[in-house]
Nanobody, 117 residues
Framework: QVQLVESGGGLVQAGGSLRLSCAAS????????MRWFRQAPGKEREFVAR????????YYADSVKGRFTISRDNAKSTVYLQMNSLTPEDTAVYCC??????????WGQGTQVTVSS
């Protein structure tokens, strides 16, 4: 079992930055691939970014590539999402996910990010 708690969301003007954190507890954090997803009102959940257990490999959705950076600190059991050059289209609830395989998926409760124009 992994418990995930996101933080760092808020209201920011277009062009601004936010840094989201997702703190994990429970099972061995370093054994999980970690992912960020987001869901805007009236839209389906959207993949944002992924980082391997070691932090060496990352992958981004085209919509955030070059603006967002995912990172992790296994010593702190935390994954981060640095978001720069935010636009109103980035407004959503952002959730982190611990991916340990098909039968080992854990989700946080999410943190709201609102970008004003």
């Amino acid at each position: 079992q992994v418990q995930l708690v996101e933080s760092g969301g808020g209201l920011v003007q277009a062009g601004g930055s936010l840094r989201l954190s997702c703190a994990a507890s429970g099972s061995t954090f370093s054994s999980y691939t970690m992912r960020w997803f987001r869901q805007a009102p009236g839209k389906e959940r959207e993949f944002v970014a992924r980082i391997s257990w070691s932090g060496v490999s990352t992958y981004y959705a085209d919509s955030v590539k070059g603006r967002f950076t995912i990172s992790r600190d296994n010593a702190k059991s935390t994954v981060y999402l640095q978001m720069n050059s935010l636009t109103p289209e980035d407004t959503a609830v952002y959730c982190c996910n611990a991916d340990g395989g098909a039968t080992s998926q854990y989700w946080g409760q999410g943190t709201q990010v609102t970008v004003s124009s």
